[in-house]
């Protein structure tokens, strides 16, 4: 009797009856993943293969409004997290143009560098603090998982193409990390020139709106701390100026910034 109860669930719960979205399928894989962790016991499941698997599923759910969709974005955060903790990677660039197949549209691929822009976005704009907090988890995991070519990439696209200001001003902290690991290994290009000709340009750029309204220099005060925060940390850690922030670069680039922001055309007026 049982045999027949069970072979008649079976024809009657299936994926024609009974079909599952993208959410669904984040959630049961996210309940699953939780359970078994929140129990202790083994997982038997490949990082890699659930990547391959669910990454496009996960990055679908996180594309969405974040203020729209915190049921599904937490679920996709949370599966993501524990992959990012299950995998050692060092990707290249060739990497990072790698083109993930979109399960919403047949055909249509995502590149991987699209990941890191979503995640940024989640991280930058979901209402929910905590959702934010691991997604920021999330962009860390994903710039120490690049090798240096890849690190400088990101960076500057977080720096420099990144839309929100938020997540530009928590990319210093992260960039000042960086550079401190690299003193501390004795070795790599964020303890060189580097730092200064690429990412100092980015960082260091005044608000043509600070001189006529206060209020927008408060708005930006954040960034203007973290950014001087790192140039004081490189006076007291360089101390053989291995990043050169001695040089006449650094005053170039802060006159750059200053002479940028200023109003030409009052300024000839004046004269």
């Not at 499941?45 to 594309?63: E, P, Q, R, S, V």
């Not at 915190?70 to 599966?79: L, Q, R, S, T």
């Not at 997290?81 to 143009?97: C, F, T």
């Not at 001087?228 to 802060?254: A, G, K, M, P």
Request: charged share 20%; glycine share 2%.
């Amino acid at each position: 009797i049982d045999e027949e109860v069970i072979e008649n669930d079976r024809q009657m719960i299936n994926v024609r009856l009974y079909p599952l979205n993208y959410e669904g399928i984040a959630s049961l894989l996210s309940i699953s993943l939780y359970n078994q962790l929140a129990s202790q016991h083994t997982i038997d499941l490949d990082a890699f293969d659930l990547a391959k698997t669910y990454i496009g599923i996960l990055i679908h759910l996180m594309m969405h409004r974040p203020s729209d969709r915190i049921n599904a974005i937490d679920k996709a955060i949370f599966v993501a997290l524990y992959i990012s903790d299950k995998i050692h990677v060092n990707l290249s660039m060739e990497d990072i143009e790698t083109i993930i197949e979109d399960p919403a549209e047949i055909g249509v691929g995502i590149p991987v560098t699209r990941i890191f822009q979503v995640v940024s976005s989640v991280a930058s704009t979901c209402p929910d603090a905590s959702i934010r907090f691991f997604a920021y988890h999330l962009v860390r995991k994903f710039l120490a998982f690049g090798n240096e070519q890849v690190k400088v990439f990101l960076y500057q696209e977080l720096l420099d193409g990144c839309p929100f200001p938020s997540m530009k001003t928590a990319a210093i902290g992260i960039l000042k990390d960086q550079i401190d690991q690299s003193f501390q290994d004795d070795k790599g290009v964020f303890a060189s020139p580097l730092v200064i000709d690429v990412f100092f340009p980015l960082i260091f750029k005044v608000n043509k709106a600070w001189s006529q309204r206060p209020s927008e220099f408060w708005n930006d005060y954040s960034h203007v701390m973290q950014a001087l925060n790192l140039y004081y940390y490189l006076l007291l850690r360089d101390r053989h100026n291995r990043v050169s922030y001695h040089s006449s670069s650094v005053l170039y680039i802060l006159i750059l910034a200053i002479d940028s922001s200023m109003d030409k055309s009052e300024y000839k007026q004046d004269e």
